[in-house]
């Protein structure tokens, strides 16, 4: 027997109507230099729909990728619905890549137009004669217009003359809204490709209490960038919702997180640790008003137990740690507490608050050992972890690698994990990560975890590097928070020792300026890696 509901298609465009018809006052912010640009979601609604109707002008056809190069801000969330909305295919670039990776990503997803701030052009410029299908750049200024690309519109111009009004199109849910390429460890990077119904049905999964639980009276400030897998699919959440929403623009500075939070009374931000580790070492030297603050959703990587102990001790904030993937939209497993946990001594909760959280609802887990066994879920037992969901890509866009990755159904993270015997995973290190000493494992995450839990140390990343005797060692490079009276090594060898077997312990320890990030912000051991590939351990 059918089931004899509506076969109603999940689509941005009821996300979008929702916020206009329920919500038009509600404020949208922008920093913008020293001031906020203010507008609401009637306003944002108009300029989406001129913006639909500006790009069908420009033959943008369903399907057609239509790219943005973009910080956080109102014109971005525009783009967002106005091209996935009229059945294009919104295409984040991220604007840390080296040149050659940006050339490959435009080129292989076959951009038509590109929508870039104005501030970043001189990005597209020096690439542009490379792209070889893009027929428009369009340039989100707000001032007049300067560039040397003869295929170059302003924004505002496009949009100026248009209805603001639009006959949005009846779209197949299984239509591609999105797409966004990995940050990429080795190779090209591998794009993800993001469809109607995965976007809605991931913006209703992070509005679950258990999940991100946002509310429609939050003001939510996405910190994680729009070109890193769709800033988490906060601005979806966040408008189907009708939070208001404050975007950072490219004022990411400790400072001006302190200030946004304080002045725009901000409830809910996300990014990744080494933002927070750094507004952390602000807000203990000055007072500001935190007070608006209900939770700061962490993930990217892992978040140092040492971190979120001392945002709750200290300043009161809670931080809530999750893991996710380009490939999972991203949310996999979200860290609120379960009442049994919250019955635990505090130093036990705090533990199981460092790991990555229990599975969100609607994403099925796995950890699987060698022979592709499923390990037992007792807090030891590490396997890589797969996972599957409606809102997880089943394969990478036309890219041959996707058969190593998609298996059975089920998506290979890399990622080795542990899941105790409530479901709280653990991620241990990335397959690629972990340190093979001897016949035993080590985990650099947790090494970097407790050395960042050293009221010295500011950042600590530990990398594998080759040994005659063990075939890999770890060793462990930091940067100390006062750099003129660093902690001494024997003080991190003191810190250690309590939570590790000896043989885990890093074998050397070096101080340094700064450790590499990526460009979504996560220390970047591929580089740090190559730094030290020839670096011989002291006996
Ligand atoms: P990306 O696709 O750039 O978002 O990177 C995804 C990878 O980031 C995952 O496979 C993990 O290795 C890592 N990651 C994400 N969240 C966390 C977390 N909370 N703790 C540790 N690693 C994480």
Same mark, same amino acid.
Not at 297 to 306: H, L
């Given at each position: ?6 076969? @109603? ?53 369903? &399907? ?5 190069? %973009?910080?956080?801000? @109102? ?28 050339? @490959? $990503? ?30 428009? $750049? ?142 952390? &070492? ?67 909760? @705090? ?6 959280? $229990? ?116 060793? %462990? ?7 003129? %009276? ?54």
């Amino acid at each position: 027997m059918q089931g004899l509901m509506m076969d @109603y298609p999940l689509t941005l465009r009821t996300v979008l109507d929702r916020a206009n018809r329920l919500f038009p006052r509600r404020k949208l912010s922008t920093k913008i230099g020293a001031s906020m640009h203010r507008y609401t979601y009637a306003d944002f609604y108009d300029r989406v729909s001129k913006l639909a109707n500006a790009l069908a002008r420009l033959g943008v056809q369903p &399907g057609d990728r239509v790219a943005t190069l %973009a910080w956080n801000s @109102y014109r971005h969330l525009e783009l967002y619905f106005g091209i996935p909305c009229m059945g294009a295919v919104c295409h984040t670039l991220n604007l840390r890549l080296p040149p050659d990776q940006l050339i @490959y $990503i435009i080129n292989h997803a076959e951009d038509k137009a590109i929508c870039v701030d104005q501030s970043l052009l001189p990005l597209l410029e020096k690439i542009s004669d490379h792209l070889k299908t893009v027929e428009t $750049i369009i340039v989100m200024a707000d001032a007049p217009l300067q560039t040397t690309l003869t295929n170059a519109i302003s924004y505002e111009e496009l949009i100026t003359g248009e209805q603001a009004d639009f006959a949005w199109p009846e779209l197949d849910e299984r239509s591609a809204a999105a797409m966004c390429y990995t940050s990429g460890t080795t190779g090209n990077p591998k794009g993800v490709v993001y469809s109607h119904r995965s976007s809605y049905l991931h913006a209703v999964g992070a509005c679950m209490t258990d999940s991100l639980g946002l509310s429609q009276n939050d003001i939510v400030m996405p910190v994680v960038p729009m070109f890193h897998v769709m800033a988490w699919g906060i601005p979806y959440a966040a408008t189907f919702l009708g939070s208001e929403q404050v975007f950072p623009g490219p004022h990411l500075q400790p400072r001006d997180l302190a200030d946004l939070i304080q002045n725009e009374r901000v409830s809910l931000t996300a990014g990744v640790p080494t933002l927070w580790l750094g507004l952390f &070492g602000l807000l203990e030297q000055e007072r500001f008003d935190m007070s608006s603050l209900r939770v700061m959703i962490v993930g990217g990587s892992a978040a140092p137990r040492s971190m979120i102990e001392n945002y709750q001790k200290k300043l009161g904030l809670r931080i809530c740690h999750a893991w996710g993937m380009t490939e999972t939209s991203p949310l996999g497993t979200v860290g609120n507490l379960k009442r049994e946990v919250l019955e635990m001594p505090e130093d036990q909760q @705090y533990a199981v608050r460092a790991k990555q959280g $229990i599975p969100a609802p609607g994403i099925e887990v796995r950890a699987v050992d060698e022979n592709g066994a499923e390990v037992a879920w007792d807090g030891k037992t590490m396997g890589e972890l797969q996972v599957r969901g409606p809102w997880v890509a089943s394969s990478y866009y036309n890219d041959p690698r996707s058969s190593a990755s998609f298996v059975d159904g089920w998506f290979r993270t890399g990622d080795v994990v542990s899941f105790d015997e409530d479901g709280y995973m653990q991620i241990v290190d990335r397959t690629k990560d972990l340190v093979k000493s001897g016949g035993e494992w080590i985990s650099t995450v947790e090494l970097e975890s407790v050395i960042m839990g050293h009221p010295g140390v500011l950042e600590a990343a530990v990398i594998a590097v080759p040994h005659a005797k063990w075939q890999e060692r770890p060793l %462990a490079l930091v940067v100390a928070r006062d750099k003129v %009276a660093p902690p001494t090594k024997e003080a991190i060898y003191d810190h250690l020792a309590p939570h590790f077997a000896k043989w885990q312990l890093p074998d050397e320890i070096l101080f340094v300026e700064a450790i590499p990030k990526t460009s979504v912000g996560k220390f970047d051991k591929k580089v740090v890696r190559e730094q030290y590939k020839d670096y011989t351990l002291p006996e």
